[in-house]
């Protein structure tokens, strides 16, 4: 099952990829933070790896991803893999999604 909230895609996958790790940001337990306002895309609970630009987490418990500007969403117990959003835009090309 795919889920967005904001400019995030997010899916469960496998397993953890290989040689992901911890960053200051994921220590936070931050998947992204907006763009447009600085809001944060916060896990209440579970580990955030990141590999390559890619962002993952996993979670032995029952999560939940808040955000102010969004309803909160609420995982079960896996390993999910975090697509931050891009568009086209004519004048700029493939960009981010601001959210």
């Known amino acids: ?35 447009v306002t600085g809001h944060a895309h916060r896990l209440s609970a579970g580990t955030i790896l990141e590999l390559g630009g890619e962002t993952f987490f996993s979670t032995d418990v029952e999560t939940i991803l808040s955000h102010d500007e969004h309803g909160p969403i609420t995982f079960t117990p896996g390993v999910y893999k975090v697509t931050h959003q891009k568009e086209y835009s004519p004048d700029y090309g493939v960009i981010p999604v601001a959210d």
């Open 1 to 35: 099952m795919q889920v967005r909230q904001g400019d995030l895609l997010i899916e469960p996958i496998s397993m953890m990829p290989k040689g992901a790790k911890q960053t200051e940001k994921t220590k936070l337990r931050i998947l992204a933070y907006g763009e």
